[in-house]
């Protein structure tokens, strides 16, 4: 039997080294989600991570951790670029899967209910949303591969957006060393008529609450104050990021560069091997497929709440916080050792979480750190948090994305069976609307874990600390 988990301080635990690994493995938990993550494949699976040539140890889970394919779900893996690999596994299907926050002007309270449910059911009504729906936009080839090489300059420089929403992205909102002639044609086919849709199921637009702050002087730097109604959105690149993993999950199984691990769903290769170029080229175009999506979803929001609410740009605010990608693979500098390392992170349901200083903030936040957003669920509560020096120091600035399914969707729909969800809802004061009833199943509060148990083991541990909890009012599910 494999050696359990030792503990190394109250939040954090030791995967030891042994078998065919190559570093030490460290999860991110309280003793309570330990026993969770011991009940699934995570524990095996952040093995196999740890096992794949040129990592740069550790392996990490972070609190909200589960099994996925290749690599679980809150896992993050940082490989050397030459001696490395790239992982489709580690990146997820639904690449650039992330999250946006928006700030706006006003106060929640002042809005009142009827005016709450107006918003959500325009919401729902213009946004296109649920498992292949169409966008707004249909494209031509041109216009798509200028997306997958400019992200989220492409929405902007058509008046979607301002100069400043680029500046409040990750990577300004376009990985580099995109290229669309990476990207079959069967991916591009099904992009083509998804541009500013939100997706399925676990992808919402959720307007919010401000309900509590905890870190005054992040907090001011990020625009928000207690009572302010803030809009968060969850999407990622739709048709067209799962089909770039699933060819180039096909492609490397024949692939004679390829590197297949015991765990098949670990297969990976060099970075610069011709597969592992084209999987990053690929990727990228995916990602910034994603960060156009998500700045035409805010664009669209921005939209309905002034037309719902009569109110313009200035009056409404809906100012970007950040955006976040949380399935990703990324060149990035790290400290190891003390010097500066080039190394590829693998950030699989997972956030970047940069520590003050760091020069890829904006100006106004490199004081205080990057916003690391935490959707919870759309019941409970969701979390901004900021990145930390320790982040930087022991996760490669990285940090949990959410808080993590609990359940399987087969184990919630029969948890959910008999009940009445939205009436649950409604008696927590959410509107909720959704693209179907077995999204309200999958999608319930206890169907994720305790996002206030993720977050405190986060601040515990120093990685991401707190500032502020918001609490759903109205909530559109994909
Ligand atoms: P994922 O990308 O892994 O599906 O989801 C990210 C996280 O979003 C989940 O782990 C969960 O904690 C959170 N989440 C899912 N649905 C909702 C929602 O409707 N509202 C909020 N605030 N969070 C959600
Ligand atoms: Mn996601
Ligand atoms: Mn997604």
Not at 400 to 413: E, F, I, L, V, W
Not at 446 to 468: F, S
């Amino acid at each position: 039997a494999m050696a359990k988990l030792q503990q190394l301080d109250a939040y954090s635990w030791r995967l030891p080294r042994e078998g065919g690994m190559r570093c030490d493995g460290v999860v991110y938990a309280d003793a309570e989600l330990v026993r969770a993550l011991e009940g699934d494949g995570t524990l095996g699976q952040l093995r196999g991570v740890a096992s794949l040539p040129g990592i740069q140890g550790p392996a990490l889970a972070m609190p909200d951790a589960h099994q996925g394919y290749g690599f679980p779900i809150g896992g993050v893996g940082a490989f050397d670029p030459h001696e490395g690999v790239v992982s489709p596994g580690g990146v997820g299907y639904d690449i650039n899967c992330g999250v946006r926050l928006l700030r706006s002007r006003l106060s929640a309270q002042e809005l009142g209910e009827p005016r709450l449910i107006a918003l959500a059911d325009a919401l729902a009504a213009s946004v296109p949303a649920g498992v292949g729906a169409g966008g707004a936009h249909q494209l031509g080839d041109k216009e798509l591969s200028r997306i997958l090489e400019q992200g989220a300059a492409w929405a902007v420089g058509r008046g979607q957006g301002t100069a400043a929403d680029l500046e409040f992205c990750e990577a300004g909102g376009a990985l580099p060393g995109a290229d669309s002639a990476a990207v079959s044609q069967r991916a591009l086919q099904r992009g083509r008529g998804q541009a500013g849709s939100l997706g399925a199921g676990n992808h919402f637009i959720e307007l919010a609450v401000v309900e509590e702050v905890y870190d005054q002087r992040a907090a001011e730097a990020f625009g928000l104050s207690q009572g302010l109604l803030v809009l968060w959105l969850h999407s990622g690149s739709r048709g067209l990021g799962h089909q770039v993993c699933d060819d180039y999950l096909k492609r490397l199984a024949k692939d004679p560069d390829a590197l297949r691990p015991p765990d098949r769903q670990l297969i990976a290769a060099p970075p610069d091997s011709p597969v592992g170029r084209d999987y990053l080229a690929a990727m990228a175009a995916a990602a910034n497929f994603a960060f156009n999506n998500r700045q035409l979803l805010a664009q669209a929001c921005r939209e309905v709440l002034g037309r719902v609410l009569g109110l313009g740009p200035a009056g409404l605010g809906l100012g970007l916080v950040y955006d976040v990608a949380h399935n990703v693979a990324k060149r990035e500098k790290h400290q190891v050792e003390g010097k500066e390392k080039e190394l590829i992170v693998h950030r699989k349901g997972a956030t970047r979480a940069l520590g003050p200083g760091h020069p890829e903030l904006p100006g106004r936040y490199r004081a205080v750190g990057q916003p690391v957003l935490i959707p919870g669920d759309m019941g409970t509560a969701s979390y901004v948090c900021v990145g930390t020096a320790a982040a930087m120091a022991h996760t490669f600035a990285s940090a949990a994305h959410g808080a993590g399914r609990a359940m399987s969707r087969t184990q919630a729909k029969k948890a959910a069976r008999g009940r009445d969800l939205r009436a649950e809802l409604a008696a927590r004061q959410v509107v909720v609307r959704a693209a179907s009833g077995k999204t309200l199943a999958e999608e319930m509060p206890e169907a994720y874990k305790d996002v206030d148990q993720v977050v405190r083991v986060m601040h515990g541990a120093g990685i991401a600390t707190l500032v502020a909890r918001t609490k759903p009012l109205a909530v559109v599910k994909g």
